[in-house]
């Protein structure tokens, strides 16, 4: 069977689900002719021409809210924001908007989109465009929010992606981007959270590039390591099966500590488990500063394998 690096894996998903779907576009900044910054839409314009897929001007707040205009029209945008720091520029059109339409209307309208965006430090690209925002989605109910891990994970998460009748917030993490695995091209629930290591050890909960280091981390531990996959919504019920078998639970990921994801989590799991915990929750994030542009100081800011294993060893 052959291999796939990640953005071939994105490009395959974009392209099957335009092959069966003729409602499903593709815009954002450079898509078309240059095929994206990281090269996922490359071909895709020549294949399906500029009726569905078409770059935008450089406007995030303009091309988000014509995205929502699409979808409620009865298309289904699949919407490229280069970075996921200038997400920030759009949140009127996100958070306000598209996340609503759906209780807006008594359900009665759906906003079935899909927005690509990539984020991640350890490249050195500095402070606005190195940071891991995924914790602003999961804060306005609405938006479902999804992070691959690997090639087939992107292949799989972004085709249930478009063809989910809700919006659909999809970050890619630029570390992954050069990653190569064998091709499968299986369809996959969001929702659904997935043990990729079994142990009778501490269960260490992750997503994204950072559970690649978590597997890295854990070998040679008896650590049980999840792959959330996606945000919201979330699989607790795999995390709690996890949680009471380990008595000891470890978030990690790359967004800020203050208020990420595993402050959220590690609530939950005290709210819904407490009885069940032999010790606190632990976390390794990203420190709360802005991401460093020195390569030296980004790779102590953000997490490592050092310090995930050291945690492991910790709760072990």
Not at 110 to 117: F, H
Not at 275 to 293: K, N, Q, S
Request: charged letters at 20%; glycine letters at 8%; aromatic letters at 6%.
């Amino acid at each position: 069977m052959s291999e796939w690096t990640f953005p071939q894996a994105i490009n395959a998903a974009i392209a099957d689900a335009m092959d069966e779907d003729p409602r499903v576009v593709l815009m954002g900044e450079d898509v078309g002719e240059y095929g994206g910054m990281f090269r996922c839409t490359l071909g895709l314009l020549e294949r399906f021409g500029p009726n569905r897929v078409f770059d935008t001007p450089i406007s995030e707040s303009g091309f988000v809210g014509m995205a929502l205009g699409a979808a409620l029209s009865g298309i289904r945008p699949v919407v490229e924001l280069m970075f996921i720091d200038f997400a920030l520029v759009a949140m009127d059109p996100l958070l306000n908007q598209i996340a609503k339409t759906r209780y807006m209307t008594d359900g009665h309208a759906n906003v079935p989109l899909v927005i690509r965006t990539q984020g991640g430090g350890y490249k050195g690209a500095a402070a606005q465009h190195s940071q891991m925002l995924e914790a602003l989605f999961l804060h306005v109910p609405g938006l479902k929010v999804v992070c691959p891990s690997s090639p087939n994970e992107a292949y799989g998460l972004l085709r249930a992606a478009i063809n989910d009748p809700d919006p659909v917030v999809f970050v890619e993490h630029k570390q992954l981007y050069g990653t190569k695995q064998t091709e499968r091209r299986d369809v996959h629930e969001i929702g659904r959270a997935r043990v990729t290591r079994e142990g009778a050890g501490p269960t260490v909960v992750s997503y994204s590039y950072s559970h690649q280091l978590c597997l890295e981390a854990a070998e040679g531990t008896n650590a049980e390591v999840i792959d959330v996959r996606t945000l919201n919504p979330l699989d607790f019920e795999t995390i709690a099966a996890s949680v009471r078998k380990s008595h000891r639970v470890l978030v990690v990921h790359e967004g800020h500590r203050r208020c990420g994801f595993g402050a959220d989590l590690a609530a939950q799991i005290q709210e819904e488990l407490f009885d069940e915990l032999d010790a606190p929750v632990m976390r390794v994030c990203a420190e709360d500063v802005p991401t460093p542009f020195a390569v030296e100081l980004e790779s102590q800011s953000l997490p490592n394998v050092e310090r995930i294993r050291n945690a492991i060893q910790e709760l072990d």
